[in-house]
Structure formats: structure tokens, C-alpha cells
């Protein structure tokens, strides 16, 4: 590993922003990222070695980062989403229950014995694609607390389920790592309550004004511990990161905190995951594996198919369908898959190509959820809690 490497990958990651920077194109800023990777990777000119130790470790360490982003935006602290928990659950149990079923019906298809993954897969949702993408074309939280409600739980389900999956033969200690996880962010939920804001805020007002940037080096203290807990139970970085975004949710980060952990995964850590997960996907097996292809737009279409079952609980169509948008957890079945090598030739890239079916699906949707909100009268709303999940500077 070389500056010359670490240079060549910032490089061609910048084809994500690139683009994703026309908006009529719809393009995800990820798909730019791995198809870099694609180029320069196994898939292409080999100019990156996937297996390298230290870029290994640095798109770590940036898998972590994005899932941490990922918890930090479920809304657990938005009273109006708390309120559709419940209609949001039943949605999510139904979704899953159709999913169990199309997964087991696609494995069988294709003739291999990855139900419970793709049946997992087809029931994900992803918060950090969805949400953004709601709040960038207006349409509120009490307009879509019910979508907003499932997506939330639907993400953690199938986070927490994906391991297990994916790791039958660790099934112990895969789930006692996870149980570890998690008890050690409830301790930190507990902990930083018990503290209070106003030392929270006395804390923040400390950092800000010596430049300490005490908050990230707690917060990136706090990740690599919970990693060091994966990492010895097996269990992926996927859970470190996605707990401790979790934990912040809860408590609320600050602004600044927010800023800063977004200029380090966005800037550098995630562009640098991505371009190493393409980079590792072998498109190879796709030629020899053509059937791979056809699997992938299974699971995309059967991903829409089984989120609208939620339509049996009050959720407009077009909400059904934007909740089957998926990012997290199809980018990790691909990276743990690679780290275990439990995936079959080609299967990395039919998952990605189905959550790209999946996302273009659900932008289509959002759209439509859009327009249908801005066309309808205004609506008196409940009180609510904060609009937004940070708390002020």
C-alpha cells in the first residue's frame, strides 16, 4: 500500500459524484464508486490488489463509518414516527413474511441453498438511501411517518439477521458477538443519559472552542472498541458501526459531530469502501455464470413484489414501493460475502445489480409520493418531537 494507491482511489472514486451530480439521471452515488472499482480492479486493469492488508483495514474501517451513518439516521427520537411504530411493524412482519417466501422460491430457482439470504435481502429497506431522498423533495415526517416507521425497522431487522445468515456454522458466536454489541450500546445510551446534556453541552462547548474535536475522538474511540468486539467474535463491523449510530440517535449528536463524521466517511472512508468492494467483485463469473444476471433482477423485482404486501396495513402503493429501496444491507451481504467467502461466483454482483433495481424502483416512487403531497391540501399535524434527529450547536 502507497500514497501513489491511496491517490489512484481518490481519484476514481470521484466518478460517484460525477455521476450523480445530474439529477435527471437518477444515478446513486455509489454505483459511480464501484464501478470504478470495477475497472481497476479484479474485474479490469488490476491496478488494486483487494487482498492488500492495509487498504483491507482502511475500507474497514470506512464500512464501519457508513454503517454508523446508516443508524444515526433512523429516527427513533421523532414522536410522530414513534407514534406509526406500530402500523410500521405490522408492515415490516409482512413484508418479511412474503420475503421468506419469494427467497426460498428465487434459491430454489436458480438451484442453491441461499434462501435465508436472499430472503433477507428481499425484505431489507435502507433509512440513509430513502430518507434523504424523502427530505430532499419535501415531503415531511408526519406525511410519511408510517413509511418512515417501517423502513426504520425493517433496516435493523435484517442488519441484525444478515450475519447470522450469511455465518450458519458461527451461529453461537456470531450471535453472542452481536448480543455483546448491542448490551455495550444500551451501557452507552445508559451512561451518556445518566451524564446529561448540560455536561454533554459543557463538553461541546470545550472542544469547540480549543479545536479539541473531543466528541469525534470519543465517538471513533467508541467505534473501534465495538469493532474490536466484532472482530474477535467473528462478527461483522457492519454491527459496531450500526450500534453506535444507533446510540446516537438516541441521544442525539450535535451538529458538528454530524458534520464531521459525514466529511470523513463521504470525504475519504466511504468513497475508499466502495471502490475496494468493486474492485473485489469478479465479473467474470458473470460470463460463465450468465444466470447470475437473471438472479439479480429476481431479487430486485422480488424486493418490490414483497414490499407490497404493506399495502395490507394502510400504506399508499406508491410508499409501499419507495420502502423497497435497499443500499445497507445488500452492500454488506456483498462485503461479508467477500470476507467469508460464503457467496458463489458471480452472486456478489447479481445482489448489487437486484439492489440497483431495487433503488431506481423506489427514487421513481419517492418522486410519486412527492407530487401527491405537494397536490394534496395541507393537513393539521400533531405535536411532534424534534424535526431533526441532532441537536443544536
Not at 483495514?57 to 429516527?75: D, K, N, R, T
Not at 446534556?197 to 463538553?203: D, F, I, Q, T
Not at 453506535?244 to 470525504?267: C, H, K, S
Amino acid at each position: 500500500m502507497t500514497f501513489a494507491t491511496l491517490a489512484l482511489l481518490v481519484l476514481v472514486g470521484l466518478a460517484g459524484p460525477l455521476l450523480s451530480a445530474r439529477r435527471a439521471w437518477r444515478v446513486p452515488l455509489i454505483a459511480g464508486e464501484l464501478l470504478a472499482g470495477l475497472v481497476i480492479g479484479t474485474s479490469g486493469l488490476r491496478w488494486v490488489d483487494p487482498a492488500e492488508p492495509t487498504l483491507t483495514l482502511l475500507a474497514q474501517i470506512g464500512f464501519g463509518l457508513i454503517m454508523l451513518v446508516i443508524g444515526s439516521h433512523i429516527p427513533v427520537l421523532d414522536r410522530t414516527v414513534r407514534a406509526a411504530v406500530g402500523k410500521g411493524a405490522a408492515g415490516a412482519f409482512l413484508v418479511a413474511l412474503v420475503a421468506v417466501g419469494l427467497g426460498i422460491g428465487v434459491a430454489a430457482l436458480f438451484g442453491n441453498q441461499h434462501g435465508a439470504v436472499y430472503a433477507v435481502l428481499i425484505a431489507s429497506s435502507s433509512a440513509a438511501l430513502v430518507l434523504p431522498m424523502l427530505q430532499s423533495l419535501g415531503v415531511s415526517a408526519a406525511s410519511a411517518a408510517q413509511l418512515i416507521a417501517q423502513i426504520a425497522i425493517a433496516d435493523v431487522a435484517c442488519i441484525l439477521a444478515l450475519p447470522l445468515v450469511l455465518q450458519p456454522s458461527r451461529v453461537p458466536l456470531v450471535a453472542l458477538g452481536g448480543l455483546g454489541i448491542a448490551a455495550a450500546g444500551i451501557v452507552l445510551v445508559i451512561v451518556l443519559r445518566r451524564v446529561g446534556a448540560r455536561r454533554l453541552h459543557r463538553l461541546h462547548a470545550v472542544s469547540e472552542s480549543r479545536g479539541f474535536a473531543l466528541e469525534l475522538r470519543i465517538s471513533l474511540l467508541a467505534l473501534f472498541a465495538l469493532a474490536g468486539i466484532a472482530e474477535f467474535t467473528h462478527v461483522s463491523v457492519m454491527m459496531a458501526g450500526f450500534t453506535l449510530g444507533l446510540v446516537l440517535a438516541a441521544v442525539g449528536q450535535p451538529r458538528r459531530l454530524a458534520r464531521q463524521l459525514f466529511g470523513m466517511t463521504e470525504g475519504f472512508f466511504g468513497p475508499l469502501f466502495f471502490v475496494w468492494l468493486g474492485s473485489s467483485i469478479d465479473l467474470s463469473h458473470l460470463a460463465t455464470h450468465p444466470q447470475m444476471i437473471l438472479l439479480g433482477l429476481a431479487l430486485g423485482a422480488a424486493a418490490v413484489l414483497a414490499h407490497l404486501a404493506a399495502r395490507a396495513v394502510g400504506l399508499p402503493w406508491a410508499q409501499t414501493v419507495a420502502s423497497a429501496g435497499q443500499l445497507g444491507v445488500p452492500v454488506a451481504a456483498v462485503a461479508l460475502g467477500v470476507e467469508t467467502s460464503s457467496l458463489l461466483p458471480g452472486e456478489g454482483a447479481a445482489i448489487l445489480l437486484g439492489a440497483l433495481v431495487a433503488v431506481v424502483s423506489s427514487s421513481v416512487a419517492v418522486a410519486t409520493v412527492s407530487r401527491r403531497t405537494a397536490a394534496a391540501p395541507p393537513e393539521p399535524t400533531p405535536p411532534s418531537g424534534p424535526a431533526s434527529q441532532v441537536t443544536p450547536e
